[in-house]
T-cell receptor, first 114, second 112 residues
Framework: AQSVTQLGSHVSVSEGALVLLRCNYS??????LFWYVQYPNQGLQLLLK??????LVKGINGFEAEFKKSETSFHLTKPSAHMSDAAEYFC????????????FGKGTTLSVSS | EAGVAQSPRYKIIEKRQSVAFWCNPI?????LYWYQQILGQGPKLLIQ????????DSQLPKDRFSAERLKGVDSTLKIQPAKLEDSAVYLC??????????FGQGTRLTVV
């Protein structure tokens, strides 16, 4: 079965510091990988996605992620955190054999302090 | 482009009562999903529709949950009777293909 593991339920950084949110997946076939962000009382918004091709993908708000097949990882990074980045972040995988539905990790709450 | 619309935004009911949620997906999106998001957890797929048909409902508690998609457009999710553990945010999403799902703002259900 496919699964997603997000390491660290809470991550705290200072404004201007590097943001690193970790995601590992399990899949027997090539996956599509996604990062979504959720602000309080709002729905999920797509940050970026990997389907095929270039393994380093850039998303909105300065975020990027790198697909590493050998490590089954898709970590999310941002060089310099901003206060507005404080939110819940979800990594998700889509696998063709299971249809197109996304399988989500448990999420990581990012806190940014001034 | 209009997004995925859901209503109501909030609902409080007593256990053993029934409740229904409504979703209007983005125009032209053939695939519609209902997810349940319990506090502190990631969204869990309840049911997936492709046009009018059900693609995956393996995680839908069919003894109390039901869902339908009318004419391949709008969808309703019903819970009857509700239990305390059904308290969660119910998210509707739609997509054209495997590349991206668009989510609504969700309905926050509290069962007391």
């Amino acid at each position: 079965a496919q699964s997603v593991t997000q390491l660290g339920s809470h991550v705290s950084v200072s404004e201007g510091a590097l943001v690193l949110l970790r995601c590992n997946y399990s899949s027997s076939v090539p996956p599509y990988l996604f990062w979504y962000v959720q602000y309080p009382n709002q729905g999920l918004q797509l940050l970026l996605k990997y389907t095929t091709g270039a393994t380093l993908v850039k998303g909105i708000n300065g975020f990027e992620a790198e697909f590493k097949k050998s490590e089954t990882s898709f970590h999310l990074t941002k060089p310099s955190a901003h206060m507005s980045d404080a939110a819940e972040y979800f990594c998700a995988v889509s696998v063709a054999q299971a249809g197109t539905a996304l399988i989500f990790g448990k999420g990581t709450t990012l806190s940014v302090s001034s | 482009e209009a997004g995925v619309a859901q209503s109501p935004r909030y609902k409080i009911i007593e256990k053993r009562q029934s409740v229904a949620f409504w979703c209007n997906p983005i125009s032209g999106h053939a695939t519609l999903y209902w997810y349940q998001q319990i506090l502190g957890q990631g969204p869990k797929l309840l049911i997936q529709f492709q046009n009018n048909g059900v693609v995956d409902d393996s995680q839908l508690p069919k003894d109390r949950f039901s869902a339908e998609r009318l004419k391949g457009v709008d969808s309703t999710l019903k819970i009857q009777p509700a239990k305390l553990e059904d308290s969660a945010v119910y998210l509707c999403a739609s997509s054209l293909d495997r590349g991206r799902a668009f989510f609504g703002q969700g309905t926050r259900l509290t069962v007391v």
